[in-house]
């Protein structure tokens, strides 16, 4: 590929470099994965969406998304609602703790959100919309960015009127998803929405959907003049895409994949992290292995000799030292396949993922 000539992306008062975002998926970006992007070359990271409905009430869960490390930032703390007077609330809670942005969700389909008026709904209810970002510009002590979808259904809801009602209350940059509401993550995300917003703004607009590769990544900032690509899927296991990407739009050269070694590395790291972090010594073998971690760790065997066999077993796996020995039986069967090529995942199963 070509070498790309890319800016810093700045938001409000804000520089962030590179112009490369991990983007807010439930029940993935926590701590460690957030952890992981930024140490591969992620210019920004982005929480868990959280509820404003939670926060308002303190409640323990909802507390529990904003917790970081200073080695995360920057970061935005994504939140969610429908309600003016409770989001505003929330954006005051989410300042005290001081995350470099805060974002509104407004691109969330999944039916628990979206059939309470919040996430994706919003596209649907420009007054409410401008409602709802206004409060939280007025709250916020931080600046304000939203995350929303190309529309609702394709007829229902414009990615654009929505994003220049958001320049005009003071939101600091608008990401677009390419894909409406309804398709969720079927199909092709449609990049012509971003290219549109971005030409019509002078805020700047970060473009997510369907960046898999560093190839995707420079076609994106190429087609559509967005000034930051979002990356949500292709790092799930694969922290390693935010080097390659920024290597890439760099130099122009494409770095070889992760080794076998540097992959099984990573993901005995990650579960001694999560291990760390909820609490338990990562040095102790029986340490519990929490259930979400299964999930999360998962993805790193997609493609991998042996991938259905050390998944099986990470079902199965409730401590620490369990994921040592399915770890050494997937080298074993590595070595077995040494002419294996590791291939980008987008487009596997992904349940429990919204990002929006």
Known sequence: MGRASFQPLRIGSLTLWPPLVLAPMAGHTDTVLRRLCKEQGAGLVVTEL????GLYFRNARSLKFLRWTEAERPIGAQIFGADPEVMAEAARLVSQVEPDLIDVNMGCWVPKVARTGAGAALLC?????EAVMKAVVRAASVPVTIKTRTGWDGEVGSALELARVAEVVGVAAVTIHGRTAKQGFTGAADWRPIAEAAAALSIPVIGNG???TPADAERMFRQTGCAAVMIGRAALGNPWIFRDVRHAL???????PPTPRERIEMVRRHARLVVAVEGDDPDRANAPLPGYARGQLGHYFYG??????ARAALGQANVLGDVERL??????????AP???WRPPLGRPLSGVGSG
């Open 50 to 53: 959280t509820s404003s409905y």
């Open 125 to 129: 209810d420009l007054k409410r919309a």
């Open 210 to 212: 369907d960046v898999a």
């Open 250 to 256: 760099h130099t122009g050269e494409v770095l070889p």
């Open 304 to 309: 991998l000799p042996g991938a259905a066999a």
């Open 327 to 336: 770890l050494d039986r997937l080298e074993a069967a590595i070595a077995a």
């Open 339 to 341: 002419d294996w090529q």
